[in-house]
């Protein structure tokens, strides 16, 4: 087994999938000779033509509009949208047609591609460039929205998402790029999607994330290890369609819940958790279910790593849940 | 490379000055009967809804020959991605009117499980005549999409998509007119011109002369046509799928037509567009004109067209009958094609809605009055 960073583990996710079926494409700004502006699609050009990876117009409507063209001939589109925060042109196309095809013409029509994107903060992007918007989709039936945050699961999750017969958002954490190493297998594997990992196991406290915030709160975990707080953190991986089953299955066991993610936190992926607990398993709650998140406020640059959920506020919510 | 002027083929006369439309005796009388469909199924249409019968409909009167000419151009492997005012080239390559009536109703048999407004049509056979959406303009890069694909796949597969002027102003009209001309993808955009988009006329739409000129800011041809002569929509939109079946990329088509009646049913034209614009298009009809040159040719009689005109009323109104007695679809159908397999939540929030109905009695329907 090779060890790669999360990009690499991208890259070659998306080398399997065009190599093991040919209506794989791999399409977007910058992504065929430059090898995308993160280089995650790098070389792809080079080894499968530029029939299988190509640059198009700087259009984010455009990109997403014609991909949804391209699953309903037939092919596997895998679009690339440069940043997250740069996707709205296309967000009627995905929110009102790619989400919707299947339900509209009740099954006649189809659109399953997956679209590619680095989301959320951490590398002095400000407003623009470090953007969470995965409410948006979540808030989106039809769609599916994944974020891996380890290279196994990056490739994976990567992979399943090319098979699946749905839309995809799969979010990339774009902080964990390079910052990131794991054990990758070569070829094809997939890890299933609506599906949690237990990152850490834990007795006291359960701690939700997923993304960049996986790193930051097993870093929290560990602290509060060595004052004696026992935390679990489980990475969500798949946010829609949610293992719910799953969650509450970890939030009963503990009775005790943190959520921790980098967007705002009002309407933010949080409160479907803690809404969710309320009402399937109150019964079984020591302490009122606590979020840590981004601000309700846009994304600064300067001072982003105050607005970034850090491992300071997640240990400082584990002991107060911990110590209710 | 554009065209300002819209070419014409039948004369006043109902001469073509010996132009070979390249469709058998039969295949010429099988538009002319879809024009009289498409105008059948729309008066059906008008009257139900005001009976109360259906909530809504869009009127076609008008632009029956641009829907049939354009269709009559594709071939049965070909895709159309639809405006919500084109169902006549579905029913031009065989999609029977009860199918239709079925969408009208929202009922059991629609192809779309009533999920959508009527009109709101999705055929996948006998050709591809892709799922309606209200958005504006969304379709178009779907469409250079497919026809991308197409051409990925080394098939001679041709798009129409088709949108009307207002449709022009969109984000997907721009996008998707840049994309194919970069690309070259085997696609066709008609632009139907009726005039106005609801309330707003044509010259609020654009600052440019026409739109059939916007083709040459995307490197492509812009073809102007009048749009309420079916052998001329047929002549350019072939022109057009030829050229894009060879390869040699799209093509813009601007047919000038007018939409007789309002935007909707819940629409009422008299409001803004001039009584003298109405009368002036009145004397343009494309039915009657068409009706010049079969009978011209000797195709047709007025015995014949009475029988035709007799024959499909009797069929909208038999459909119309049939698809009123199907009911609306099952509760289940709710939860289902939202994706691929119904997911955990979306069974447990079926679960919840079909115990509330067994306690508590079943939700009432609205009145299915559109509120606009």
Redesign the interface.
């Known amino acids: 087994m090779a060890t790669l960073t999360l990009l690499q583990a991208i890259n070659d996710g998306l080398r399997t999938a065009m190599k093991d079926d040919p209506t794989v494409l791999v399409f977007g700004e910058d992504v065929g000779k430059k090898g995308g502006v993160f280089l995650a699609t790098e070389n792809l050009q080079r080894d499968f033509g530029a029939n299988r990876c190509f640059d198009t117009p700087l259009s984010e409507d455009g990109i997403i509009g014609t991909a949804i063209g391209m699953a309903m001939n037939g092919l596997k589109p895998v679009a690339e949208i440069q940043f997250q925060d740069f996707i709205f042109p296309g967000f009627d196309q995905i929110v009102s047609e790619a989400a919707k095809l299947r339900y509209r013409s009740g099954g006649q029509y189809t659109a399953p591609l997956v679209i590619r994107t680095p989301f959320g903060g951490g590398i002095r992007g400000g407003l623009y460039h470090s953007q969470s918007g995965e409410a948006y989709f979540c808030h989106t039936p039809g769609l599916k929205v994944v974020v891996p945050s380890t290279p196994h699961d990056a490739k994976g999750l990567l992979l399943a998402s090319i098979a699946d017969p749905d839309p995809v958002i799969f979010l990339e954490p774009k902080a964990l790029y390079r910052s990131v190493k794991g054990e990758v297998p070569e070829g094809s594997y997939t890890v299933e999607l609506s599906t949690l990992r237990e990152a850490r196991p834990g007795k006291q406290v359960t701690v939700f994330c997923y993304g960049a915030m996986v790193p930051v709160t097993l870093k929290a975990a560990e602290e509060a290890a060595a004052t004696g707080v026992d935390a679990r953190v489980v990475d969500l991986r798949t946010l829609l369609p949610l293992d719910e089953d799953g969650v509450l299955e970890h939030a009963r066991s503990t009775g005790r819940v943190v959520v921790v993610h980098e967007a705002p936190r009002f309407c933010g992926f949080g409160a479907e958790i803690s809404a969710l607990i309320a009402e399937h398993c109150i019964e079984y709650m020591e302490a009122p279910v606590v979020r840590v998140t981004g601000f309700d406020t846009p994304f600064p640059n300067t001072l982003e790593h105050h607005y970034l959920p850090d491992h300071r506020r997640v240990l400082d919510a584990i002991e107060r849940v911990a110590h209710f | 490379m554009t065209t300002t002027e819209p070419l014409r083929v039948i004369q006043a006369d109902g001469g073509v000055n010996g132009y070979d439309p390249g469709l058998s005796e039969p295949e010429l009388v099988h538009c002319y009967r879809t024009m009289l469909l498409v105008r059948a199924f729309d008066a059906i249409c008008l009257k139900l809804q005001r009976a109360g019968r259906i909530g809504f409909s869009i009127p076609n009167e008008g632009i029956e020959a641009t829907q049939v000419g354009a269709a009559s151009a594709l071939r049965k492997s070909d ?1 159309i ?1 639809p405006s919500y005012r084109d169902f006549g080239m579905a029913l031009y390559h065989g999609v029977p009117p009860l199918e239709m009536m079925h969408n009208m109703f929202g009922d059991a048999r ?4 009533g ?2 407004m009527p009109v ?1 049509f ?3 056979e006998p050709i591809r005549f ?2 309606i ?1 209200s ?1 504006i303009g ?13 051409r ?2 080394e098939e001679d ?1 041709v ?1 129409l998509a088709s949108f009307g002027e207002g449709g022009t102003s969109s ?2 009209f ?3 007119l ?2 194919a001309g ?1 690309w070259k993808a085997p696609v066709v955009f008609l632009c139907q011109n009726n005039g106005w988009a609801i309330s707003c006329p044509a010259e609020e739409q654009t600052a440019s002369d026409g739109f059939a000129i916007k083709a040459e800011a995307y490197g492509m041809p812009g073809v102007v046509v009048d749009g309420n002569d079916l052998l001329a929509v047929r002549k350019v939109t072939l022109a057009a799928v030829e050229r894009a079946r060879a390869g040699d990329g799209p093509t813009l088509i601007e047919s000038k037509t007018f939409r007789m009646g309002g935007h909707s049913t819940s629409d009422d034209p008299k409001r803004y567009v001039p009584a003298e614009q109405v009368e002036l298009w009145k004397k343009r009809d494309p039915i009657p004109r068409f009706e010049k040159f079969l009978e011209a040719s000797g195709l047709i009689d007025a015995a014949k067209t009475a029988a035709l005109r007799k024959e499909v009323e009797e069929e909208v109104a038999v459909a119309a009958r049939a698809a009123e007695q199907v009911g609306p679809p099952g509760l289940e159908t709710i939860f289902s ?4 397999t119904i ?4 069974r ?1 929030q079926g679960e919840e809605l079909f115990d509330l109905g067994r306690r508590r009695g079943d939700a009432h329907a609205g009145d299915g009055k559109f509120p606009l």
């Not at chain 2, 997911?343 to 979306?346: S, Y």
Request: hydrophobic share 45%; proline share 6%.
């Open positions: 895709w991605f629609d192809g779309a499980k999920r959508q709101h999705s055929f996948a892709v799922s959406s958005p969304t379709h178009i890069p779907q469409a250079v999409g497919a026809a991308h694909a197409a990925l796949r597969t798009v984000l997907g721009h996008s998707g840049n994309f970069v094609d939202v994706y691929a997911p955990a939540h979306l447990k």
